[in-house]
């Protein structure tokens, strides 16, 4: 019987698009001021979100993405004035 080994570790650009698309797909985040990086396979969410929520919403999708392993969430919450 011949042994098939898949390996099915996204690379770093897949990791980064995977996780750009759920956080821009959520209908509950505002994603468009949070930017994602890689850096030696710490993925890092930078900017702002309007509440705590959001926030914690933003690390819980990014790290729900196959090959996420350490994750830096960096942003900042920032409460908007309503006009």
């Not at 098939?4 to 990791?15: A, K, P, S």
């Not at 959001?54 to 409460?79: M, P, W, Y």
């Amino acid at each position: 019987m011949t042994e098939y080994h898949v390996d099915l570790r996204l690379d770093g650009d897949e990791v980064l698009s995977e996780i750009r698309g759920a956080l821009r797909y959520d209908v509950t985040l505002d994603a468009r001021q949070i930017t994602v990086s890689l850096v030696e396979l710490t993925v890092y969410l930078d900017g702002w979100v309007t509440d705590d929520l959001s926030r914690r919403r933003a690390e819980e999708l990014a790290r729900a993405v196959h090959g996420v392993g350490a994750l830096e969430n960096r942003l900042e919450v920032q409460v908007t004035a309503d006009p």
